[in-house]
């Protein structure tokens, strides 16, 4: 071991701790304490020398002894003795290794040897590979972990876009007045759909709820003007529309529509990626794990105050602000879900959801299909009615959904049996929880038309479902 030599080494004066030997570099406790509590400082007076605490300690002692060992006197032998020595451990060693050879050769056949080194070479298998720059993991399932997940992302990229909301909020100072200000809000969208005249994309209800004006920046950051075609917020989906004209050409040849997986075969633990304008940034990407499924979660909308549940899939990719209305993919680069929320809080990390396409699929493709009425053929039900949300339904042991506090007379509710007290639960097979709600549903279907209502009816002191098909009136 080396010795310091310095001066300096014996100046360690102060200080609490165990201070360093200069002669062999260890910690040395004098176990002398002062009035401060603090350990003495190091001495070289044997008195002192008690305890060490080096990590060469044990190494040196060796050492030392060692050094001061005894060397044994050598027996003389004549070089002939040893050539003889070696001969005959030679001729030992032989025997005994072709004995062992020749018995594990009688006793295990050809054949089975030739399987122990197959079944070797297929549990070897069972590793990651790093023969294609780590971009998929094997495992003794055959099963494909993805690692680098740039190809999907590359392939699927051109058919997200963000949205931005431009909305006006009111505002209420302590003195009772009332100001508006703009508020933008970052939002993500899929390109789902086309015909001749629209791009169709699909996104959240609450990425486009309010909004006085929306844009869509395509993945080439070019921007357009969009508007809503059309939501279903008891699901949280909308439907936003762009004017082809309004795309560059170039833009045109740059974005695509995206692959829609809606067959409902997802597993828990499967992989998946998310992309989104993640804190409106723009376009980003994360990656994880469906941690699991049918997960039933209740949200509010924030312009009505209304609660819903849906049953949504649960994944620990980042789900952040602006991924809402963002693809879920999985590692085709299908679309297998929406972002939609995130559950937060200080104890709440990994915690994703998403609107599975089972869900969302169908809903979308109703909400680009069904075409708005004229105010010709606007319809007419003929009913008052007051919301009952999941407060008002706990409250009173009520279903949630809409109250009949009023039926016209000679109205379409009054012709169709619909009485005052019945709950309005589900309007052309659509959960309605709001009047607003079932008002905007309305706008999709003329006077003239048949639509079934189902409702709640007390009997007995409980609620019994049924359905009414209602001919609708003319709201003119």
Same mark, same amino acid.
């Given at each position: 071991m080396d010795n310091y030599t310095n001066d300096n080494q014996n100046t360690y004066e102060s200080g609490n701790g165990y201070p360093v030997d200069p002669n062999n570099n260890s910690y040395h406790y004098t176990g002398t304490e002062n009035s401060a509590n603090t350990y003495s400082a190091y001495t070289n007076t044997a008195s002192n020398q008690d305890r060490y605490y080096s990590p060469y300690e044990r190494r040196t002692a060796?050492?030392?002894?060692?050094?001061?060992?005894?060397?044994?006197?050598?027996?003389?032998?004549?070089?002939?003795?040893? &050539?003889?020595?070696?001969?005959?451990? $030679?001729?030992?060693?032989?025997?005994?290794?072709?004995?062992?050879?020749?018995?594990?050769?009688?006793? &295990?056949?050809?054949?089975?040897?030739?399987?122990?080194?197959?079944? +070797?070479?297929?549990? $070897?298998?069972?590793?990651?590979?790093?023969?294609?720059?780590?971009?998929? $993991? =094997?495992?003794?399932?055959?099963?494909?972990?993805?690692?680098?997940?740039?190809?999907?992302?590359?392939?699927?990229?051109?058919?997200?876009?963000?949205?931005?909301?431009?909305?006006?909020?009111?505002?209420?100072?302590?003195?009772?007045?009332?100001?508006?200000?703009?508020?933008?809000?970052?939002?993500?969208?899929?390109? *789902?759909?086309?015909?001749?005249?629209?791009?169709? &994309?699909? =996104?959240?209800?609450?990425?486009?709820?309010?909004?006085?004006?929306? +844009?869509?920046?395509?993945?080439?950051?070019?921007?357009?003007?969009?508007?809503?075609?059309?939501?279903?917020?008891?699901?949280?989906?909308?439907?936003?529309?762009?004017?082809?004209?309004?795309?560059?050409?170039?833009?045109?040849?740059?974005?695509?529509?995206?692959?829609?997986?809606?067959?409902?075969?997802?597993? *828990? #633990?499967?992989?998946?990626?998310?992309? #989104?304008? $993640?804190? #409106?940034?723009?376009?980003?990407?994360?990656?994880?794990i469906i941690s699991a499924l049918n997960r039933e979660v209740t949200a509010q909308d924030n312009s009505t105050g209304e609660t819903y549940a849906n049953t949504l899939t649960q994944t620990d990719a980042s789900i952040n602000p602006g991924n809402s209305g963002g693809a879920l993919l999985n590692v085709k680069g299908e679309v297998i879900g929406i972002n939609s929320s995130k559950m937060g809080g200080d104890y709440v990390d990994g915690v994703g959801f998403a609107i599975p396409m089972t869900t969302a699929a169908p809903i979308i493709n109703e909400l680009i299909t069904r075409e708005k009425v004229s105010e010709e053929k606007a319809a007419f039900i003929g009913i008052n009615g007051i919301d009952v949300d999941e407060s008002v339904s706990q409250n009173y042991n009520m279903p949630t959904g809409i109250c009949v506090v009023k039926v016209y007379e000679g109205s379409a509710a009054e012709k169709a049996g619909i009485q005052k007290g019945d709950i309005i639960t589900k309007f052309d097979g659509h959960d309605v929880d709001s009047m607003e709600e079932m008002q905007e549903l309305l706008q999709y279907h003329a006077a003239g038309s048949k639509v079934t209502f189902t409702i709640c009816r007390a009997d007995n002191g409980e609620y019994v479902e049924q359905e009414i098909e209602v001919t609708l009136g003319s709201k003119n």
């Open positions: 060796e050492q030392g002894s060692q050094k001061h060992r005894e060397k044994k006197p050598k027996k003389e032998h004549g070089f002939g003795v040893t &050539i003889a020595k070696c001969a005959c451990l $030679a001729a030992v060693f032989g025997l005994v290794a072709g004995g062992v050879f020749g018995g594990v050769n009688y006793l &295990i056949p050809e054949k089975a040897q030739e399987i122990a080194v197959e079944e +070797t070479k297929e549990s $070897a298998l069972a590793t990651t590979s790093n023969s294609d720059n780590n971009t998929t $993991a =094997t495992t003794a399932g055959g099963s494909i972990i993805a690692t680098d997940v740039s190809d999907i992302v590359e392939d699927a990229m051109p058919a997200i876009v963000a949205i931005t909301n431009m909305s006006e909020v009111q505002y209420q100072t302590w003195f009772g007045q009332t100001y508006s200000q703009e508020n933008d809000y970052a939002g993500s969208g899929i390109i *789902v759909s086309e015909n001749d005249d629209y791009l169709y &994309i699909a =996104t959240n209800n609450h990425v486009v709820e309010g909004a006085k004006t929306l +844009t869509v920046q395509f993945c080439d950051e070019n921007t357009v003007a969009a508007e809503v075609k059309g939501t279903s917020p008891s699901n949280d989906l909308a439907v936003v529309q762009v004017k082809k004209d309004d795309i560059e050409d170039d833009t045109k040849k740059a974005i695509k529509i995206a692959k829609i997986n809606d067959n409902g075969e997802e597993k *828990v #633990g499967e992989p998946v990626i998310a992309i #989104g304008n $993640a804190l #409106g940034y723009g376009q980003s990407v994360t990656s994880g």
